[in-house]
């Protein structure tokens, strides 16, 4: 599903325990026209998350019910591409290390420098942004793939279908010439794809034999009237001519 990227400006979720800092965030970020939601228990953050769908999550690391590492797993499970921003009293660089590798795109020392906070969480929306649209642009791409396949797949049975027609057609040309074969070339046709089918000849190789199979007298279109219709025995020289259809077939398909 094509997803809106955000702009400059975008839905911030907020959660820490202590609700001063909620609130200071807010407003900070509400003050750069920032659509902002803040709580300071943990348990509503799942409900949060799914009712206003952020780009960007502030969370702080430990919290009593759920900690921020807890609710990072929950929000990346439900939106892959949300960008989740994690704030600690304490510099633990191992911690923010494993976080950063869960899909954390910063890591903050409170009490937070409103620049440096302002920073990342441009930062966040810029990453969110071009994360969707790469995600948007490759839709775009598998969607036109399976639209061209598709007309691939449909141009190439309305060529089978014609390319089957003209063989036909050639067939029934040569029967018209020969009444007393009449039929012939689609009866070998049958017989030898029914043979080919007990071989486990499938796909395409088997409509492959049976066209083959359809075009073996083709050949006979070259062979003057006077020969291939006496109805008297062929002499030697007739013969001769006769057993070169299958020369002649080859040289007319190739061309």
Same mark, same amino acid.
């Given at each position: 599903?094509?997803?809106?990227?955000?702009?400059?400006?975008?839905?911030?979720?907020?959660?820490?325990?202590?609700?001063?800092?909620?609130?200071?965030?807010?407003?900070?970020?509400?003050?750069?026209?920032?659509?902002?939601?803040?709580?300071?228990?943990?348990?509503?953050?799942?409900?949060?998350?799914?009712?206003f769908q952020?780009?960007?999550?502030?969370?702080?690391?430990?919290?009593?019910?759920?900690?921020?590492?807890?609710?990072?797993?929950?929000?990346?499970?439900?939106?892959?591409?949300?960008?989740?921003?994690?704030?600690?009293?304490?510099?633990?660089?191992?911690?923010?290390?494993?976080?950063?590798?869960?899909?954390?795109?910063?890591?903050?020392?409170?009490?937070?420098?409103?620049?440096?906070?302002?920073?990342?969480?441009?930062?966040?929306?810029e990453h969110?942004?071009?994360?969707?649209?790469?995600?948007?642009?490759?839709l775009h791409?598998?969607? !036109? @793939?399976?639209?061209?396949?598709? #007309? /691939?797949?449909?141009?190439?049975?309305? $060529?089978?279908?014609?390319? =089957?027609?003209? *063989?036909?057609?050639?067939?029934?040309?040569?029967?018209?010439?020969?009444?007393?074969?009449?039929?012939?070339?689609?009866?070998?046709?049958?017989?030898?794809?029914?043979?080919?089918?007990?071989?486990?000849?499938?796909?395409?190789? !088997? @409509?492959?034999?049976?066209?083959? #199979? /359809?075009?073996?007298?083709?050949?006979? $279109?070259?062979?003057?009237? =006077?020969?291939? *219709?006496?109805?008297?025995?062929?002499?030697?020289?007739?013969?001769?001519?006769?057993?070169?259809?299958?020369?002649?077939?080859?040289?007319?398909?190739?061309?």
């Open positions: 599903m094509v997803r809106t990227a955000p702009g400059p400006t975008g839905k911030v979720l907020i959660v820490d325990d202590e609700p001063e800092i909620v609130a200071f965030i807010r407003e900070l970020l509400m003050s750069r026209r920032h659509t902002v939601v803040g709580i300071s228990d943990s348990r509503e953050a799942a409900a949060e998350f799914d009712s952020p780009d960007v999550c502030i969370l702080d690391f430990r919290m009593p019910h759920f900690t921020g590492s807890v609710l990072l797993d929950a929000f990346k499970q439900k939106d892959a591409a949300v960008e989740v921003i994690f704030l600690t009293a304490q510099d633990e660089t191992s911690l923010a290390v494993d976080l950063m590798k869960r899909g954390a795109i910063d890591f903050l020392l409170k009490p937070v420098e409103l620049s440096q906070l302002e920073l990342s969480v441009s930062r966040a929306l969110r942004r071009l994360i969707i649209e790469n995600e948007n642009y490759r791409l598998e969607q !036109l @793939v399976l639209e061209k396949t598709r #007309a /691939l797949n449909e141009a190439l049975m309305r $060529l089978g279908y014609v390319h =089957s027609a003209t *063989l036909d057609t050639l067939s029934m040309a040569l029967d018209y010439r020969d009444q007393s074969t009449s039929g012939h070339s689609r009866r070998v046709a049958e017989l030898t794809a029914g043979a080919a089918k007990a071989m486990g000849i499938t796909d395409s190789a !088997l @409509v492959q034999i049976e066209h083959g #199979a /359809l075009l073996h007298d083709i050949g006979k $279109l070259k062979i003057p009237d =006077s020969v291939l *219709l006496k109805p008297a025995k062929l002499d030697e020289e007739e013969w001769k001519m006769m057993r070169r259809h299958p020369e002649y077939g080859f040289e007319f398909l190739t061309n």
